[in-house]
């Protein structure tokens, strides 16, 4: 039995791993390389396994960073299942739709730069064809996957349909038998809308994400009050208040916590536009999966019918609604994607509210190095946009209680939580500081186990 970290090692995106067992092979996660374009194009282009001597894929979550491969894995050649839970599967749906746009669109771009035609890496043909090898499962429920090898996802609590994927294996010329977590992507707890990340049991061998590896979040318990209170100022100006979130997850949880205030009378009724096609597409799909939510929101969805949904709120697909925003007169809250400002309807927002006193910029999520969204909450003064310098004049503020992911002592935590020997472990899914912050950390309050940093294209006999 053999595991090879193929992605997301000493980084966080590109999430992948291949496990060897009993001659056959299966995929943990197929994300997509996301960072500089001419060298994501290369990375996500090339599988360093020949996809059609795979048997399976087994998927964590819908992020892309997570499942954003896999129309280009079915495109060269891969014929096998694609293991994910319900909700997982509805929101690929959308969001490899949404990615193969995106593709085609950096084809485009390549294109104009390199001054030769460059095919998209993959098509909305192939997204829709990576569909049809979906087998889906739920919680809690163990799944022969092939020979020697059984599944079962309990929940990450990170995103809709999140999983960790517990993996019993069986070697067949040993007879050795191990217990192997993929922690997948891992949630805070205390989440507005989800469970709290389920605790693995008997665990003998783990392979575990480290985003946040030596870094803190603040409470999430103070995120309602702050946002209550930064709402409340900037609605006394009477401008816009424009919140970049990410479509899927971000956008819902928003929602769910505005409809509270609201609710509660705890800020002023305004009108609250959320402005993306695929937000309000992610919105419908998470009406469909109650069995992901927390006790508070299961139950208020018997009271309320729709907690995504409140008086003054308008969902905007089409692109005239989006533009007929710009018309419009505070006070007013704008939802619109992406979150990191680099894509998507809240760049055109942006532009047309940036100079003006009376708006606020609310950030509730992360902004990676060099994107516009990192650099309007660094506090520019002029930003880029569209290749035109735009003053800012607007009040920036930020809350990051709200991350989809646990912090440094979440984890330490996390890891503390679950039985078994633990005798080894691998981290992933962090840039190289963050998984070195928390190999140490670990390694010195367990300092009879095993803890490795993965390196790409390293091989470990399980
Ligand atoms: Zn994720
Ligand atoms: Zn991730």
Known sequence: MKLTFCGAAETTTGSQHLLDINGQRILLDCGLYQGRREEANLRNRTFPFDPTKLDAVILSHAHIDHSGNLPNLVKQG??????????????????????????????????????????PLYSPQDAERCMRQFVTFNYDRPMPIGDGLKATF???????????????????????????????????????????????????????????????????????????????????????????????????????????????????????????????????????????????????????QNPFGFEGLTMVRAANDSKNINQMHGPLIIIAASGMCEAGRVVHHLKYNLPKPETTVLFVGYCADNTLGAKIRAGDKVVNIHGEPIKVRARITGIDAFSGHADHSELMDYFKRITGKKERVWLVHGEGLRSRALQAALQEEYPDKEITVAKLGVSVTL
């Not at 191990?178 to 992507?185: E, I, V």
């Not at 709402?231 to 919140?243: P, S, T, W």
């Open 78 to 119: 891969f014929k096998g299942n694609i293991y994910a839970t319900d909700a997982t599967r509805d929101l690929c749906q959308i969001m490899l739709a949404d990615s193969a746009h995106i593709q085609q669109s950096d084809a485009a771009w390549l294109t104009k730069h390199q001054k030769a035609a460059v095919e």
């Open 154 to 304: 309990i929940d990450a609590g990170h995103i809709l349909g999140s999983a960790q994927v517990v993996l019993d294996l069986k070697d067949n010329a040993t007879s050795v038998s191990k217990r192997l977590l993929f922690s997948g992507d891992v949630g805070r707890g205390n989440n507005d809308l989800l469970l709290d990340p389920a605790v693995p049991e008997n665990i003998d061998l783990v392979l575990m994400e480290s985003t946040y590896g030596g870094r803190e979040h603040e409470q999430t318990q103070g995120a309602r009050n702050q946002l209550t209170d930064i709402l409340r100022q900037a609605l006394k100006n009477k401008g816009k208040v424009i919140i970049p979130a990410f479509a899927v997850e971000r956008t819902q949880q928003i929602l769910v916590v505005l409809h509270e205030l609201f609710r509660d009378n705890l800020i002023p009724d305004v009108p609250v536009m959320v402005d993306s096609p695929l937000a309000v597409s992610a919105t419908e799909i998470f009406r469909l999966h109650p069995e992901c939510y927390n006790e508070q929101m299961y139950n208020d969805l018997f009271e309320k």
